[in-house]
């Protein structure tokens, strides 16, 4: 059975930092790209990030280009999230989600999420 | 603002057919699958179709996807209470080389 599992969340003030974590079983981590959703309160779905199984390409939403970086230790089956400078849009329900390819990319698709952290970035 | 567009309601009765639409550009539905989730606020959204119109196992085929140009649609027939849920189309979008979601579209059983 898959599972994700982040962790990580919490209350921060703007412009500090904070580091989410994914822990993942049930299927070959290293075999797939994995991806960061967020939800902000009373908002849609958007997506954040999204890194290959090698680390070799990664991407971001313009939002959070420049302060968020994406990585993943294959080894510990785990994937991260830093996030700096964060603002007060940035408050959401962070998910992890794996993809069906290798790739970040069109040919996959996210089908397994976990149920989410949560992020609140207030003075 | 979403990048893909849906009504932000649906609603129906217990054995009713509804459709929920999923607006897009030649960017991201137009020349991408399209794909559907359902999520309860708090839990893990879960893929009800994937590639446009396919479902994955374990989805009851009272889910169908469906799409045209630069929209897409998913109905839901012999509607049943535990449907109530929001739903979000997603696609690849090129410009942006990322995902784009809809702002969801939460569907309420009468």
């Known amino acids: 059975e898959v599972q994700l599992v982040e962790s990580g969340g919490g209350l921060v003030r703007p412009g500090r930092s904070l580091r989410l974590s994914c822990a993942a079983s049930?299927?070959?981590?290293?075999?797939?790209?994995m991806h960061w959703v967020r939800q902000a309160p009373g908002k849609g779905l958007e997506w954040v990030s999204g890194i290959s199984w090698n680390s070799g390409s990664i991407g971001y939403a313009d939002s959070v280009k420049g302060r968020f970086t994406i990585s993943r230790d294959n080894a510990k089956n785990s994937l991260y999230l830093q996030m700096n400078s964060l603002r007060a849009e940035d408050t959401a329900l962070y998910y992890c989600?794996?993809?069906?390819?290798?790739?970040?990319?069109?040919?996959?698709?996210?089908?397994?999420w976990g149920q989410g952290t949560l992020v609140t970035v207030s003075s | 603002q979403s990048v893909l567009t849906q009504p932000p309601s649906a609603s129906g009765t217990p054995g009713q057919r509804v459709s929920i639409s999923c607006s897009g550009s030649s960017s991201n539905v137009g020349s991408n699958y399209v794909y559907w989730y359902q999520h309860l606020p708090g839990t893990a959204p879960k893929l009800l179709i994937y590639r446009n119109n396919q479902r994955p196992s374990g989805v009851p085929d009272r889910f169908s996807g469906s799409k045209s140009g630069t929209s897409a649609s998913l109905a839901i027939s012999g509607l049943r209470s535990e449907d109530e849920a929001d739903y979000y189309c997603?696609?690849?979008?090129?410009?942006?080389?990322?995902?784009?979601f809809g702002g969801g579209t939460k569907l309420t059983v009468l």
């Open positions: 997603a696609a690849w979008d090129d410009s942006l080389s990322g995902r784009v």
């Open positions: 049930g299927f070959t981590f290293d075999d797939y790209a």
């Open positions: 989600a794996k993809d069906t390819g290798d790739y970040y990319d069109s040919n996959g698709y996210n089908d397994y």
